[in-house]
Protein backbone atom coordinates (compact mmCIF):
# COMPACT_ATOMS: atom_id res chain seq x y z
CA UNK A 1 0.00 0.00 0.00
CA UNK A 2 1.76 2.91 -1.18
CA UNK A 3 0.64 6.50 0.50
CA UNK A 4 -0.97 9.33 -1.58
CA UNK A 5 0.67 12.37 -1.01
CA UNK A 6 -0.12 16.16 -1.58
CA UNK A 7 1.75 19.28 -0.34
CA UNK A 8 0.02 22.15 1.14
CA UNK A 9 0.48 25.47 3.08
CA UNK A 10 -2.05 26.78 5.78
CA UNK A 11 -3.16 26.58 9.46
CA UNK A 12 -4.51 23.43 10.88
CA UNK A 13 -7.91 24.89 12.19
CA UNK A 14 -9.02 25.59 8.93
CA UNK A 15 -8.38 21.88 7.51
CA UNK A 16 -10.87 19.50 7.12
CA UNK A 17 -9.54 16.06 7.61
CA UNK A 18 -10.06 12.61 9.42
CA UNK A 19 -6.91 13.31 11.67
CA UNK A 20 -4.37 16.48 12.46
CA UNK A 21 -1.13 15.58 13.23
CA UNK A 22 1.08 18.05 15.50
CA UNK A 23 4.03 18.32 17.17
CA UNK A 24 4.27 18.83 20.69
CA UNK A 25 8.09 20.00 22.62
CA UNK A 26 8.96 18.10 25.44
CA UNK A 27 9.12 21.34 27.56
CA UNK A 28 5.46 22.06 26.88
CA UNK A 29 6.48 24.60 24.52
CA UNK A 30 4.66 24.14 20.98
CA UNK A 31 5.57 24.38 17.73
CA UNK A 32 4.07 27.68 15.50
CA UNK A 33 1.64 25.35 13.67
CA UNK A 34 0.31 23.70 16.68
CA UNK A 35 0.32 26.92 18.80
CA UNK A 36 -2.09 28.18 15.70
CA UNK A 37 -4.30 25.28 16.62
CA UNK A 38 -4.41 25.82 20.52
CA UNK A 39 -5.26 29.29 20.39
CA UNK A 40 -8.40 28.46 18.28
CA UNK A 41 -9.56 25.51 20.48
CA UNK A 42 -9.79 27.88 23.61
CA UNK A 43 -6.08 26.36 24.82
CA UNK A 44 -7.22 22.58 25.49
CA UNK A 45 -3.38 21.07 24.10
CA UNK A 46 -1.86 23.56 26.58
CA UNK A 47 -4.16 22.10 29.53
CA UNK A 48 -3.13 18.27 28.19
CA UNK A 49 0.61 18.90 28.10
CA UNK A 50 0.68 20.59 31.49
CA UNK A 51 -1.36 18.10 33.24
CA UNK A 52 0.89 15.61 31.77
CA UNK A 53 -1.67 13.61 29.28
CA UNK A 54 -0.23 14.53 26.40
CA UNK A 55 3.74 13.95 26.63
CA UNK A 56 5.91 15.57 24.65
CA UNK A 57 8.58 13.03 24.98
CA UNK A 58 10.03 11.92 21.48
CA UNK A 59 8.11 9.80 19.88
CA UNK A 60 4.98 9.84 22.58
CA UNK A 61 1.89 9.64 20.81
CA UNK A 62 -1.66 11.19 21.49
CA UNK A 63 -5.01 10.75 20.41
CA UNK A 64 -7.65 13.48 20.93
CA UNK A 65 -11.31 12.95 19.74
CA UNK A 66 -12.69 15.95 17.56
CA UNK A 67 -16.08 17.41 18.49
CA UNK A 68 -19.02 15.93 16.69
CA UNK A 69 -19.65 18.08 13.77
CA UNK A 70 -15.97 20.18 13.58
CA UNK A 71 -13.65 19.73 10.74
CA UNK A 72 -10.86 17.63 12.07
CA UNK A 73 -12.04 14.24 13.52
CA UNK A 74 -9.14 13.65 15.46
CA UNK A 75 -5.97 15.55 16.51
CA UNK A 76 -2.70 13.11 16.76
CA UNK A 77 -0.09 15.01 19.11
CA UNK A 78 3.37 13.90 18.69
CA UNK A 79 6.32 14.11 21.28
CA UNK A 80 9.05 15.78 19.55
CA UNK A 81 11.51 15.84 22.88
CA UNK A 82 13.32 19.41 24.03
CA UNK A 83 13.10 21.98 21.96
CA UNK A 84 16.64 22.94 22.42
CA UNK A 85 17.54 19.10 20.82
CA UNK A 86 15.48 19.20 18.27
CA UNK A 87 17.37 17.97 15.32
CA UNK A 88 16.90 14.84 12.45
CA UNK A 89 17.08 12.30 14.62
CA UNK A 90 14.61 13.25 16.98
CA UNK A 91 12.05 14.25 14.14
CA UNK A 92 12.55 10.90 12.43
CA UNK A 93 11.96 9.36 15.73
CA UNK A 94 8.50 11.69 16.18
CA UNK A 95 7.50 11.36 12.60
CA UNK A 96 7.86 7.31 12.67
CA UNK A 97 5.74 6.82 15.69
CA UNK A 98 2.98 8.96 14.45
CA UNK A 99 2.92 7.20 11.37
CA UNK A 100 2.74 3.77 13.26
CA UNK A 101 -0.08 5.48 15.37
CA UNK A 102 -2.24 7.02 12.43
CA UNK A 103 -1.82 3.98 10.43
CA UNK A 104 -3.53 1.71 13.20
CA UNK A 105 -6.18 4.49 13.88
CA UNK A 106 -9.44 5.04 11.99
CA UNK A 107 -8.14 7.42 10.02
CA UNK A 108 -7.00 7.46 6.18
CA UNK A 109 -6.27 10.67 5.43
CA UNK A 110 -4.29 12.91 7.96
CA UNK A 111 -3.29 17.03 7.51
CA UNK A 112 0.30 16.28 8.52
CA UNK A 113 2.38 19.55 9.97
CA UNK A 114 5.61 17.56 11.24
CA UNK A 115 6.87 18.61 7.91
CA UNK A 116 6.73 22.64 8.70
CA UNK A 117 9.13 22.52 12.10
CA UNK A 118 12.52 24.30 11.25
CA UNK A 119 15.56 21.77 12.07
CA UNK A 120 18.26 24.04 13.59
CA UNK A 121 21.32 24.00 11.20
CA UNK A 122 19.66 22.33 8.27
CA UNK A 123 18.14 22.95 4.97
CA UNK A 124 14.70 24.56 5.36
CA UNK A 125 13.06 21.74 3.33
CA UNK A 126 15.16 18.68 5.20
CA UNK A 127 11.82 17.98 7.48
CA UNK A 128 9.90 17.63 5.08
CA UNK A 129 11.76 15.31 3.59
CA UNK A 130 12.47 13.47 6.17
CA UNK A 131 9.17 13.27 7.50
CA UNK A 132 8.27 11.14 3.92
CA UNK A 133 11.32 9.40 4.48
CA UNK A 134 10.00 8.61 7.87
CA UNK A 135 6.44 7.52 7.06
CA UNK A 136 7.04 5.43 4.27
CA UNK A 137 9.96 3.75 6.09
CA UNK A 138 8.13 3.80 8.81
CA UNK A 139 5.41 1.52 7.32
CA UNK A 140 7.66 -0.78 6.45
CA UNK A 141 6.99 -4.49 7.93
CA UNK A 142 8.84 -7.74 7.12
CA UNK A 143 6.53 -10.38 6.11
CA UNK A 144 7.52 -12.27 3.55
CA UNK A 145 8.20 -15.41 5.88
CA UNK A 146 5.58 -14.97 8.51
CA UNK A 147 2.56 -16.89 7.41
CA UNK A 148 0.40 -14.60 9.82
CA UNK A 149 0.45 -11.23 7.65
CA UNK A 150 -0.36 -8.08 9.34
CA UNK A 151 -3.96 -6.96 8.20
CA UNK A 152 -5.23 -3.51 8.37
CA UNK A 153 -8.34 -2.46 8.51
CA UNK A 154 -8.24 1.45 7.98
CA UNK A 155 -4.58 1.90 6.26
CA UNK A 156 -3.37 4.95 5.99
CA UNK A 157 -4.24 6.34 2.52
CA UNK A 158 -3.50 9.92 1.74
CA UNK A 159 -1.53 12.66 3.50
CA UNK A 160 -1.28 16.02 3.27
CA UNK A 161 2.25 17.62 4.27
CA UNK A 162 2.33 21.24 4.98
CA UNK A 163 5.21 23.22 4.27
CA UNK A 164 6.31 26.89 3.90
CA UNK A 165 7.86 25.71 0.63
CA UNK A 166 6.41 26.74 -2.52
CA UNK A 167 4.26 23.91 -4.66
CA UNK A 168 6.84 22.67 -6.83
CA UNK A 169 10.03 22.82 -5.02
CA UNK A 170 7.72 21.09 -1.96
CA UNK A 171 6.50 18.43 -4.39
CA UNK A 172 10.16 18.08 -5.44
CA UNK A 173 11.42 17.41 -2.20
CA UNK A 174 8.40 15.45 -1.36
CA UNK A 175 9.39 12.99 -4.73
CA UNK A 176 13.04 12.72 -3.26
CA UNK A 177 12.02 11.52 0.17
CA UNK A 178 9.72 8.87 -1.12
CA UNK A 179 12.66 7.75 -3.31
CA UNK A 180 14.58 7.35 -0.71
CA UNK A 181 12.24 5.12 1.08
CA UNK A 182 11.48 2.82 -1.45
CA UNK A 183 15.49 2.67 -1.68
CA UNK A 184 15.96 2.36 1.90
CA UNK A 185 12.58 -0.44 2.02
CA UNK A 186 14.37 -2.31 -0.42
CA UNK A 187 17.93 -2.11 0.95
CA UNK A 188 15.87 -3.46 4.35
CA UNK A 189 13.78 -6.47 2.68
CA UNK A 190 17.01 -8.38 1.16
CA UNK A 191 18.82 -7.40 4.70
CA UNK A 192 15.89 -9.26 6.36
CA UNK A 193 15.17 -12.02 3.79
CA UNK A 194 17.37 -14.82 5.79
CA UNK A 195 20.63 -16.70 3.97
CA UNK A 196 18.64 -19.53 2.60
CA UNK A 197 16.45 -17.69 0.83
CA UNK A 198 19.01 -14.79 -0.04
CA UNK A 199 21.59 -16.21 -1.65
CA UNK A 200 24.24 -14.61 -4.26
CA UNK A 201 21.78 -16.84 -6.99
CA UNK A 202 18.93 -14.70 -5.54
CA UNK A 203 20.78 -11.40 -5.30
CA UNK A 204 21.13 -11.77 -9.32
CA UNK A 205 17.64 -12.51 -9.94
CA UNK A 206 16.85 -9.34 -7.70
CA UNK A 207 18.95 -7.51 -10.59
CA UNK A 208 17.35 -8.93 -13.42
CA UNK A 209 13.81 -8.31 -12.17
CA UNK A 210 15.03 -4.63 -11.69
CA UNK A 211 16.44 -4.63 -15.17
CA UNK A 212 12.72 -6.16 -16.30
CA UNK A 213 10.86 -3.82 -13.91
CA UNK A 214 12.78 -0.29 -13.61
CA UNK A 215 14.99 -0.30 -17.32
CA UNK A 216 18.54 -0.63 -15.82
CA UNK A 217 20.90 -2.94 -17.49
CA UNK A 218 21.89 -5.80 -15.61
CA UNK A 219 25.05 -8.40 -16.46
CA UNK A 220 25.60 -11.24 -14.09
CA UNK A 221 29.29 -13.01 -14.08
CA UNK A 222 29.23 -16.75 -13.39
CA UNK A 223 32.00 -18.71 -11.24
CA UNK A 224 33.81 -19.51 -15.28
CA UNK A 225 33.83 -15.69 -16.01
CA UNK A 226 35.03 -14.62 -13.01
CA UNK A 227 37.78 -17.71 -13.49
CA UNK A 228 38.68 -16.38 -16.86
CA UNK A 229 39.00 -12.90 -15.14
CA UNK A 230 41.18 -14.07 -12.36
CA UNK A 231 39.57 -12.91 -9.51
CA UNK A 232 41.05 -15.51 -7.54
CA UNK A 233 40.55 -13.35 -4.43
CA UNK A 234 36.26 -13.50 -4.40
CA UNK A 235 36.67 -16.84 -5.46
CA UNK A 236 38.22 -18.62 -3.05
CA UNK A 237 35.80 -17.09 -0.22
CA UNK A 238 33.11 -18.90 -1.86
CA UNK A 239 34.97 -22.29 -2.67
CA UNK A 240 33.32 -23.70 0.39
CA UNK A 241 29.80 -22.59 -0.31
CA UNK A 242 27.79 -24.89 -2.53
CA UNK A 243 25.99 -21.65 -3.51
CA UNK A 244 27.71 -20.28 -6.68
CA UNK A 245 29.41 -17.09 -6.52
CA UNK A 246 27.68 -14.25 -8.40
CA UNK A 247 29.21 -10.82 -9.37
CA UNK A 248 26.15 -8.61 -10.20
CA UNK A 249 26.70 -5.49 -12.67
CA UNK A 250 24.00 -3.19 -12.49
CA UNK A 251 24.19 0.15 -15.42
CA UNK A 252 21.29 2.96 -14.78
CA UNK A 253 22.48 5.23 -18.35
CA UNK A 254 20.63 8.90 -17.21
CA UNK A 255 23.34 10.97 -18.36
CA UNK A 256 26.95 11.27 -20.39
CA UNK A 257 30.37 11.34 -18.61
CA UNK A 258 32.15 9.06 -16.20
CA UNK A 259 30.05 6.63 -14.23
CA UNK A 260 29.97 7.02 -10.11
CA UNK A 261 30.25 3.17 -9.29
CA UNK A 262 28.51 1.70 -6.55
CA UNK A 263 30.49 -1.59 -4.95
CA UNK A 264 28.34 -3.58 -2.14
CA UNK A 265 29.53 -6.80 -0.18
CA UNK A 266 26.93 -8.79 -0.74
CA UNK A 267 27.93 -11.93 1.59
CA UNK A 268 24.88 -13.48 1.80
CA UNK A 269 25.63 -15.54 4.90
CA UNK A 270 29.14 -15.20 7.06
CA UNK A 271 29.90 -18.06 9.27
CA UNK A 272 33.52 -17.28 9.09
CA UNK A 273 34.52 -19.91 7.63
CA UNK A 274 37.08 -22.49 8.40
CA UNK A 275 38.25 -19.19 11.30
CA UNK A 276 35.12 -20.23 12.43
CA UNK A 277 33.03 -17.31 14.23
CA UNK A 278 30.93 -17.99 17.59
CA UNK A 279 27.63 -19.10 17.80
CA UNK A 280 25.74 -16.22 19.77
CA UNK A 281 23.90 -14.31 17.60
CA UNK A 282 26.03 -15.89 13.89
CA UNK A 283 22.33 -15.55 12.84
CA UNK A 284 22.91 -11.71 12.29
CA UNK A 285 25.49 -12.49 9.89
CA UNK A 286 22.38 -12.72 7.19
CA UNK A 287 22.81 -9.13 7.01
CA UNK A 288 26.45 -9.35 6.02
CA UNK A 289 25.43 -8.57 2.44
CA UNK A 290 23.57 -4.93 3.67
CA UNK A 291 26.55 -3.15 1.14
CA UNK A 292 25.10 -4.51 -1.38
CA UNK A 293 21.32 -4.20 -0.49
CA UNK A 294 22.00 -0.33 -0.20
CA UNK A 295 23.89 -0.65 -4.04
CA UNK A 296 20.43 -1.77 -5.12
CA UNK A 297 18.18 0.35 -2.64
CA UNK A 298 20.23 3.65 -4.61
CA UNK A 299 20.25 1.86 -7.77
CA UNK A 300 16.38 1.91 -7.70
CA UNK A 301 16.15 5.68 -6.01
CA UNK A 302 18.02 7.11 -8.96
CA UNK A 303 15.64 5.28 -11.33
CA UNK A 304 12.81 6.46 -9.54
CA UNK A 305 13.92 10.18 -9.67
CA UNK A 306 15.57 10.12 -13.25
CA UNK A 307 18.91 11.63 -12.23
CA UNK A 308 20.68 12.52 -14.93
CA UNK A 309 23.82 10.84 -14.05
CA UNK A 310 25.81 7.37 -14.72
CA UNK A 311 25.35 5.27 -12.42
CA UNK A 312 27.17 1.76 -11.81
CA UNK A 313 26.62 -0.80 -9.14
CA UNK A 314 29.07 -3.89 -8.62
CA UNK A 315 27.87 -6.35 -5.52
CA UNK A 316 29.88 -9.55 -5.37
CA UNK A 317 27.81 -11.91 -4.07
CA UNK A 318 29.21 -14.66 -2.04
CA UNK A 319 28.78 -17.09 1.06
CA UNK A 320 31.30 -17.93 3.68
CA UNK A 321 31.06 -21.40 5.17
CA UNK A 322 33.46 -24.21 6.52
CA UNK A 323 34.03 -26.59 3.95
CA UNK A 324 37.14 -29.19 3.07
CA UNK A 325 37.27 -26.93 0.29
CA UNK A 326 37.02 -23.75 1.78
CA UNK A 327 40.27 -21.69 2.32
CA UNK A 328 42.02 -22.21 5.13
CA UNK A 329 44.51 -20.02 7.15
CA UNK A 330 47.48 -19.59 5.41
CA UNK A 331 46.45 -20.07 1.83
CA UNK A 332 47.80 -18.02 -0.42
CA UNK A 333 45.61 -16.57 -3.62
CA UNK A 334 45.96 -14.40 -6.46
CA UNK A 335 43.75 -11.10 -6.76
CA UNK A 336 42.69 -10.12 -10.38
CA UNK A 337 44.82 -7.32 -9.45
CA UNK A 338 47.96 -9.58 -9.69
CA UNK A 339 48.49 -9.34 -6.07
CA UNK A 340 49.13 -12.34 -4.00
CA UNK A 341 47.23 -12.60 -0.51
CA UNK A 342 47.70 -14.82 2.72
CA UNK A 343 44.29 -15.78 3.92
CA UNK A 344 45.33 -15.44 7.63
CA UNK A 345 41.64 -15.50 8.94
CA UNK A 346 39.30 -16.93 6.48
CA UNK A 347 36.52 -14.42 8.59
CA UNK A 348 38.15 -11.74 6.66
CA UNK A 349 36.07 -12.74 4.10
CA UNK A 350 34.50 -9.40 3.14
CA UNK A 351 37.54 -7.88 1.34
CA UNK A 352 38.93 -10.33 -0.45
CA UNK A 353 35.47 -10.53 -2.57
CA UNK A 354 35.01 -6.80 -2.68
CA UNK A 355 39.25 -6.56 -3.63
CA UNK A 356 37.89 -8.25 -6.87
CA UNK A 357 35.25 -6.37 -7.33
CA UNK A 358 36.71 -2.93 -7.26
CA UNK A 359 39.53 -3.88 -9.74
CA UNK A 360 36.81 -5.12 -11.83
CA UNK A 361 35.36 -1.16 -11.64
CA UNK A 362 38.32 0.71 -12.85
CA UNK A 363 37.01 -0.62 -16.49
CA UNK A 364 34.10 1.93 -16.18
CA UNK A 365 36.80 4.66 -15.78
CA UNK A 366 34.63 5.82 -13.17
CA UNK A 367 34.49 9.82 -11.70
CA UNK A 368 34.20 8.23 -8.55
CA UNK A 369 33.92 4.79 -6.90
CA UNK A 370 32.50 4.55 -3.09
CA UNK A 371 32.16 1.08 -1.50
CA UNK A 372 29.91 0.01 1.15
CA UNK A 373 30.27 -2.91 2.99
CA UNK A 374 29.88 -4.62 6.66
CA UNK A 375 33.36 -5.40 6.89
CA UNK A 376 35.05 -5.27 10.49
CA UNK A 377 33.44 -5.97 14.22
CA UNK A 378 36.37 -3.16 14.93
CA UNK A 379 34.26 -0.60 13.20
CA UNK A 380 31.18 -1.10 15.63
CA UNK A 381 33.43 -0.93 18.62
CA UNK A 382 35.08 2.35 17.69
CA UNK A 383 31.68 4.38 15.97
CA UNK A 384 29.48 2.16 17.62
CA UNK A 385 25.98 1.92 15.41
CA UNK A 386 25.02 5.25 15.07
CA UNK A 387 27.99 6.23 12.29
CA UNK A 388 28.60 4.51 9.51
CA UNK A 389 32.56 4.66 9.35
CA UNK A 390 34.44 6.62 6.40
CA UNK A 391 38.05 5.90 4.73
CA UNK A 392 39.05 7.21 1.45
CA UNK A 393 41.72 7.95 -0.81
CA UNK A 394 40.40 11.40 -1.75
CA UNK A 395 39.40 14.04 0.25
CA UNK A 396 37.01 16.19 -1.34
CA UNK A 397 35.40 12.50 -2.15
CA UNK A 398 35.46 12.05 1.77
CA UNK A 399 33.77 15.29 2.35
CA UNK A 400 31.14 15.29 -0.30
CA UNK A 401 30.01 11.93 1.51
CA UNK A 402 30.33 13.66 5.06
CA UNK A 403 28.11 16.43 4.25
CA UNK A 404 25.58 14.51 2.54
CA UNK A 405 25.68 11.86 5.34
CA UNK A 406 24.89 15.07 7.41
CA UNK A 407 22.14 16.27 5.11
CA UNK A 408 20.70 13.32 4.93
CA UNK A 409 20.66 12.43 8.88
CA UNK A 410 22.23 9.20 7.87
CA UNK A 411 25.83 10.31 9.26
CA UNK A 412 29.17 9.09 8.81
CA UNK A 413 32.51 9.68 10.79
CA UNK A 414 36.10 9.33 8.93
CA UNK A 415 38.93 7.66 9.71
CA UNK A 416 42.72 8.08 8.95
CA UNK A 417 44.12 5.95 6.50
CA UNK A 418 47.86 6.93 6.99
CA UNK A 419 50.76 4.67 5.42
CA UNK A 420 52.14 3.53 8.74
CA UNK A 421 49.13 1.51 9.25
CA UNK A 422 49.67 -0.47 5.79
CA UNK A 423 52.54 -1.72 7.20
CA UNK A 424 50.36 -4.07 9.50
CA UNK A 425 49.31 -6.25 5.98
CA UNK A 426 53.50 -7.17 5.80
CA UNK A 427 53.45 -10.92 5.54
CA UNK A 428 56.52 -12.57 4.83
CA UNK A 429 54.50 -14.90 2.37
CA UNK A 430 52.37 -12.78 -0.02
CA UNK A 431 52.03 -9.18 -1.24
CA UNK A 432 49.50 -8.58 1.62
CA UNK A 433 48.17 -10.36 4.71
CA UNK A 434 44.06 -10.40 4.78
CA UNK A 435 44.12 -9.18 8.32
CA UNK A 436 46.23 -6.58 10.31
CA UNK A 437 46.10 -7.81 14.15
CA UNK A 438 43.20 -6.46 16.56
CA UNK A 439 44.90 -2.81 16.47
CA UNK A 440 42.73 -0.42 14.35
CA UNK A 441 40.97 -3.08 12.83
CA UNK A 442 38.74 -0.77 10.41
CA UNK A 443 41.33 1.32 9.42
CA UNK A 444 44.01 -2.07 8.22
CA UNK A 445 40.97 -3.52 5.98
CA UNK A 446 40.42 -0.31 4.81
CA UNK A 447 44.03 0.01 3.71
CA UNK A 448 43.59 -3.50 2.69
CA UNK A 449 40.97 -2.18 -0.22
CA UNK A 450 43.12 0.28 -0.85
CA UNK A 451 45.78 -1.78 -2.45
CA UNK A 452 43.27 -2.08 -5.27
CA UNK A 453 42.25 1.58 -5.45
CA UNK A 454 45.24 3.81 -6.13
CA UNK A 455 43.19 4.31 -10.05
CA UNK A 456 40.52 6.25 -9.01
CA UNK A 457 38.81 8.76 -6.16
CA UNK A 458 37.52 6.80 -4.18
CA UNK A 459 35.72 6.20 -0.41
CA UNK A 460 35.17 2.97 1.58
CA UNK A 461 32.00 3.22 3.83
CA UNK A 462 31.83 0.58 6.70
CA UNK A 463 28.55 -0.09 7.89
CA UNK A 464 29.20 -2.68 10.17
CA UNK A 465 27.73 -0.96 12.83
CA UNK A 466 24.93 1.16 11.38
CA UNK A 467 23.51 -1.61 8.49
CA UNK A 468 21.66 -3.49 11.11
CA UNK A 469 19.33 -3.06 14.87
CA UNK A 470 20.16 -6.09 17.13
CA UNK A 471 17.74 -7.03 20.10
CA UNK A 472 14.21 -6.58 20.08
CA UNK A 473 14.17 -4.28 16.99
CA UNK A 474 16.17 -6.80 15.14
CA UNK A 475 16.29 -5.76 11.54
CA UNK A 476 18.19 -3.87 8.54
CA UNK A 477 18.13 0.03 9.04
CA UNK A 478 18.71 0.38 4.74
CA UNK A 479 21.47 2.60 5.57
CA UNK A 480 24.09 3.70 3.89
CA UNK A 481 21.08 4.60 1.20
CA UNK A 482 19.76 7.85 2.42
CA UNK A 483 23.35 9.36 2.45
CA UNK A 484 24.02 7.58 -0.77
CA UNK A 485 21.31 8.80 -2.63
CA UNK A 486 21.26 12.66 -1.34
CA UNK A 487 25.22 12.26 -2.52
CA UNK A 488 23.92 11.27 -5.70
CA UNK A 489 21.47 14.38 -6.14
CA UNK A 490 24.32 16.61 -4.79
CA UNK A 491 26.62 15.01 -7.70
CA UNK A 492 23.64 15.54 -10.34
CA UNK A 493 23.44 19.18 -9.51
CA UNK A 494 26.76 20.13 -9.44
CA UNK A 495 28.33 18.24 -12.31
N1 LIG B 1 31.07 -9.54 8.36
C1 LIG B 1 32.12 -9.48 9.31
C2 LIG B 1 32.18 -8.16 10.06
C3 LIG B 1 31.15 -7.97 11.14
C4 LIG B 1 31.27 -8.64 12.33
C5 LIG B 1 30.15 -7.05 10.98
C6 LIG B 1 30.35 -8.41 13.33
C7 LIG B 1 29.24 -6.81 11.98
C8 LIG B 1 29.34 -7.50 13.16
C9 LIG B 1 33.46 -9.66 8.61
O1 LIG B 1 33.46 -10.53 7.54
C10 LIG B 1 34.39 -10.23 9.62
O2 LIG B 1 34.16 -11.33 10.05
N2 LIG B 1 35.40 -9.46 9.99
C11 LIG B 1 36.33 -9.87 10.96
C12 LIG B 1 37.69 -9.44 10.51
C13 LIG B 1 38.80 -9.96 11.37
C14 LIG B 1 38.92 -11.45 11.20
C15 LIG B 1 40.07 -9.26 10.98
C16 LIG B 1 35.96 -9.20 12.28
O3 LIG B 1 35.59 -8.03 12.28
O4 LIG B 1 36.01 -9.87 13.30
MN1 LIG C 1 33.77 -12.54 8.13
ZN1 LIG D 1 31.69 -10.76 6.54
Same mark, same amino acid.
Request: a negative charge; proline letters at 4%; charged letters at 20%.
Given at each position: MTIQYSTA?? #? ?5 TD???? /?????? %? ?10 ? &? ?10 ? !? ?32 ? %? ?12 ? @? ?5 ATHAAW ?12 ? =? ?5 V??ID??L ?15 PIETVTL ?9 E??VR?GQ??A ?5 ? +??? /? ?8 ? =? ?13 ? &??? =? $?? %? ?18 ? +?????? &? ?23 ? *? ?13 ? !? ?22 ? #? *? ?38 ? $? ?16 ? !? ?12 ? @? @????? $? ?17 ? %? ?23 ? #? ?23 ? @??? &? ?16 ? #? ?14
Amino acid at each position: MTIQYSTASG #VPQEQTTDCLVL /GLFEDG %DLPTATRQFDDS &IGGLLSRLAGSG !DASGKCGATTLLPGESGSAWQRCLLVGLGPRAEL %DGEYLREAATAAAR @HLNTSGATHAAWFLSEIEIPESEPE =SALRLCVEAIDAGLYRYETTRSEKSRQIHPIETVTLFSQLEAAAAELVVRQGQAIAVGVNLA +REL /GNLPGNLCTP =SYLADQALRMEREIG &IKT =S $IL %DETEMEELGMGALLSVSRGS +RQPAKL &IVMHYAGGDGPPVVLVGKGLTFDAG *GISLKPAAAMDEMKF !DMCGGAAVFGAMQAAVQLNLPINL #V *GIVPSSENLPDGDANKPGDVVTSMAGKTIEVLNTDAEGRL $ILCDALTYAARFEPAVVI !DMATLTGACVIALG @H @HATGL $IGNDQPLADALLEAGQQSF %DRAWQLPLWRQYRKQLDTNFADMAN #VGGREGGAITAAAFLGEFTSDYRWV @HLD &IAGSAWLSGKEKGATGRP #VPLLVRYLLNYAAGQ
